[in-house]
Structures are given as C-alpha cells and as structure tokens.
Nanobody, 114 residues
C-alpha cells in the first residue's frame, strides 16, 4: 500500500517561511520522480517544483528563487522549503511521486496572511 503523508503546513505572515515534508512508504522511493503541486480555491492544481531520481530540479516561475525542493532517499522524504512567502502562495500543497504510476498525498494547507 502506497502512502504519501504531507506535513508542515500552517498559517504564516507574508515574508515568512515554512518547510513542508512528505514521507513516502510502499514504493521504491529512490527511483521515483517527486514533486510538489498546489491548488488554490477556484483554481486548477499547478506544479510548484519537481526533483528527479537524479536530483535534477525544476520550478514554476512564480516560486523560483524563493522555494527549494530536496529529497532524502535514506528517509524516504521529499521537502519543500518556502521562503519569502506571499499571500498568493496560499493553497493546499500536494506531494506527488511519479514513475509509471502517479501517487498523491492528501495535501497540507498553507495560508499566508497578516
């Protein structure tokens, strides 16, 4: 049974930081591409950042220079460090693991507000 469990979301003021974590089980973690996506109210889910099994990273233009994705294969965990947060970053953030199949976590809410 594959599980992806996100944590680390919450309420933060503009300019603040958060680190999201996603712990995976039930997959051979090291061979999967991993990613973070987000969905704001009334909007479609969008890509935030991805990291390949070879540690190549890719970011949405809106988060470049502010967010950092990383993976720890020893802990079966992928992280998203988010700095300089803006109100428009408010969304539910989802973890994804992709190879021949796609797996999703349940999401964690991030709210950026003063």
């Amino acid at each position: 049974q594959v599980q992806l469990v996100e944590s680390g979301g919450g309420l933060v003021q503009p300019g603040g930081s958060l680190r999201l974590s996603c712990a995976a089980s039930g997959i051979m973690f090291s061979i999967y591409g991993l990613g973070w996506y987000r969905q704001a109210p009334g909007k479609q889910r969008e890509l935030v950042a991805t990291v390949t099994s070879e540690y190549r990273t890719n970011y949405a233009d809106s988060v470049k220079g502010r967010f950092t994705i990383s993976r720890d294969n020893a802990k079966n965990t992928v992280y998203l460090r988010m700095n300089s947060l803006k109100p428009e970053d408010t969304a539910i953030y989802y973890c994804n693991a992709a190879r021949t199949l796609n797996y999703w976590g349940q999401g964690t809410q991030v709210t950026v507000s003063s």
